[in-house]
Structures are given as C-alpha cells and as structure tokens.
C-alpha cells in the first residue's frame, strides 16, 4: 500500500500579525490556540509577532496573560510551555477606538519598533475580527495611514470575517468601500468552514481519483443533500441573530461554498483565482428564485421548546436578547437548481438550523438507481440507491453505501457501507480549523477564501428569498420542536418530487 506523502514544512512569510477585536471570543478559542498550533507544527515563521487591538481595558500585561491563560485552556491537547513562551513573548496589545485616527498613528509606530525588533520584513497581515459596522472604518483608516500600501517587497492583506454584508446592496457597498483603499488580491474575505479538513478534500477527492470524475453529473448522480445541522441554541447571539436569521447567517457563505466546491468543474489548476473561478460559475448558474418559487422551494422554521439529551431546553423566543413574537426563522430548507450542462435537472437540497437532534454537516451524494431489469425475476423487489456521505463535522470522512449480495441460496441484495475516518487513517492533528486559513493569509493564498464577486452571486441567489420572506412573516412559529429534524414542511419539499431527507444517526 502507498504512504501518505511527507509533507515538507514551509513556514509561512515573516511578518506582523495585526488582530483588530483582540479580546473577543473568536481570538480566545480559535485565533490565538491556531497561532500556538501554527508554530508547533513549524509552519508559524520565526519572525513573527502579533499585535491585539481592541477597546477592553487592559494591559499589555493583562492581555499577555489573557493569552497565556487562552492558550491553556483552548488548545486541543497539553501544551508546550516552551512554545507557549516564545509565542507570548511576541504579543502586544494596543488599546483604542477603531474610529480614533490618532491610534492608527501609534499603531504605525509599533508596526515600525516591531519590524526592527523582530526582523519582520514591513509583512503585515491585519485580521479584522470585530462587528461588522467597522470594516469599512478600519480598512479606511489604514489606507489614510499608508499602512496598505505596498512598497517593493513588502505585502500588506487584510482579513475579513464574516457576515460580509447582510444582503447584496450592503455586500455591493462593502465591496465598494474596501476597493477604494485595497486591490483585490489584498482583500481575504475567510469562511471558517474552508479550514475544515473534509471541505479542503472535497478537490482532492473528486479531481485525483479517477473512478468518481467520471460518474459526478447528471447521468449518474439523483440528486444531492448538504445538512448544516447545530444541536445548540442561539445561546447568548440572540442580539445579532434574531436581526439575521438562518437564512443570512449560513447560506450565503457556509452552505454556497459547499455546493460551489461540490458542483465546480475541474479548474486548470489549484491556483486561487482558477479554483474560485470555476466556483464563481456555479454561484452564477443557480437558478434565481420567482417569488413564486419561493413559496414551493424555500421552507423556514423556529424551534420551540423541546428535549435534547434528555434535558429540556427553552424555545427561541425564550431565548436571551430575542423578541418574544420574533418571526426570525433558525431553520432553512431550499431546493437549488443549477443551470448547467453537467447538473441539469440535478436538485440540491440544502437545509441548517438550530435546535436539531445533533450536531452534524455532511454532503450527500445520492446516484441513481440501477436499471431493474436483471433482477425481476428475484427474491429483489427494489435496488436501494448508492450513497456518498462526506462528513465535515464533527467526525470528518467519507463513506460509500453499496448492495451486495447477501449469503445463502437466494438472490437477495443488502446494503454495505465503507466508511473512512481521518483520524483513523492519517491520525489527529491538533485544529481549531482557523490554521490552514492564516497560514494561507500569510502566504499569500488566496484559494480558501470568498473573492467580491463570489459574495456578491452567493446574496444574489438568497435575495429572493428573503425579499418574499420580508413580505409574508411567517404566521405558524414555532413550527418545530427542539430535538426534531425541523417543520414538516422540509419533509413535504422533498416529498413532493418523490425523495426524501436522509436519516443521519
């Protein structure tokens, strides 16, 4: 049997990383365990450092230590003390208003200090990891700084979270607002599901095996089921998410970067702009919604309250922070359609949301029956589809379902699976899935993350919906039980064409 190839480590260009939110959640349990785990498995540069700015009032001292104490308690596994303090020792922390322009004029300076102290060759990698309100204002104020530009030999990207816009004229004036100061190959606008291991596969899989290429179109392939599926609540996001909705806060980005990626045409090569190219034509081929459509293939649901794990849990207009008559949906199901050649007449089912039996996001493949005619005059009633499941979360692998035959003197055919884990086959490595993403950051590659007019066809395919939405709240919420697979109504838009949602254990 072949060995999985070595990897050659390359650590990632030396440069100054830039955290703008630094006292946030997302640095404590996903950024700074990424920077710990980065430079365990040597792909952290040695010169490196790290500036946090936020408003919180703290220290330098207290935020070093805020750090240390992250590094404990979010990274995966024990942790190296050794590593833990060269990592620490190159934290700094800058306290400010990012509207305040007289702190960019100090944040310049540090720039300066640490590039002489640390060797750190004017490579700077900002991370915006605040509300969405001070993208524009950040990225302005670092354009009226000169902290953009770049000079020969130096690089200056800027890192965009997520929600980039919250429909596609706010998306289209982001864009427009961060293109004034940057040029696109700057702009990394990051979708943290792209870090996951089974997402990157997803081209591995379906480009370097030659025994799926060949059957992935409509000749073979039924249709195709992606589930984003949460166990958990809104829990304390009730502010932000009963002014978002499932709608915004997962399809536009999350579940359209899974579809484009499942349904691209080979790309020439694994460069960023040849790969988001072929994945910007799939965004561009989905069939736009009618207000008619809307109501036959967009289901919306709210979980009420309900038993998960045998506890009782409140539902979500009980929840903090959320209107007690909010018409705001946590569960989405729509059936996709992409005008193409290879996906013609192939739909896409896709369905999110909160409160659901278990925690889960899987893409599944489900090929057409086989012809019957061999089997008619057999103990066989029917052929059972093939399948193919690619689990992303929370165990990540592949598995394919086929028939075979089942021992004895009669022709009976049973279901076999071949399931493939990562874990089991290529071992564990420590992730909070944000590594692959900065190290990329600070590479320079671009291919894992949204370009503009990617973002902007992702709004476009759920404007409609959310323009009929906006004109008809729903009058039947809560329509789902916490713990159940969501409202009945997703059972009925699969029923209607003859299929229904797989059963996920």
Known sequence: MDEPQQEVVKPGDSCVLVIFGAAGDLTSRKLIPALYNLRKSGHLPKDFAVIGFAVDDLTQESFVEKVRKDIEQFAPEPIDHALCDWLVQRIYYLRGDFRDSAKYDELKALLAQLDERYQ??????????????????????????????????????????????????????????????????????????????????????RFSNGIFEPVWNRRYIDHVQITVAEELGVERRGGYYDHA???????????????????????????????????????????????????????????????????????????????????????????LMIDNWRWADVPFYIRTGKRLPKRVTEIAIQFRRAPFVLFRDTPVEKLSHNLLVMHI????????????????????????NMDFKYVDYFGSEPSTGYERLLYDGMIGDATLFQRADMVEAGWSIVSPVIDVWRALPARSFPNYKAGTWGPRDADELMKRDGRRWRDIE
């Open 120 to 205: 750190t060759p004017g490579n700077y990698l900002y991370y915006l990891a605040t509300a969405p309100q001070f993208f524009a204002e950040i990225v302005k104020k670092l354009g009226e700084k000169e902290l953009t530009c770049e000079p020969p030999g130096q690089w200056r990207r800027v890192v965009i979270e997520k929600p980039f816009g919250s429909d596609l004229e706010s998306a289209k004036a982001l864009n427009h607002d961060i293109g004034q100061v940057l040029t696109e190959k700057q702009i990394y606008r990051i979708d943290h599901y792209l870090g996951k291991e089974t997402v990157q596969n997803i081209l591995v899989f």
């Open 393 to 416: 979360q929370p165990d990540e692998g592949i598995s394919l379902r086929f028939g075979a035959k089942v021992p004895g003197p009669t022709v009976r055919v049973g279901p076999v």
């Open 245 to 335: 909705g499932a709608l915004r806060d997962m399809v536009p980005n999350h579940i359209l970067q899974l579809v484009s990626l499942t349904a691209m045409e080979p790309p020439i090569s694994f460069g960023a702009d040849a790969v988001r190219d072929e994945q910007a034509k799939v965004l561009h081929a989905i069939q736009l919604s009618s207000p008619e459509d809307v109501l036959t293939r967009a289901v919306r649901g709210q979980y009420d309250e309900g038993v998960i794990d045998g506890k009782a849990v409140a539902g979500y207009r009980h929840e903090p922070f959320v209107a007690t008559d909010s018409h705001t949906e946590t569960f989405v199901a729509l059936k």
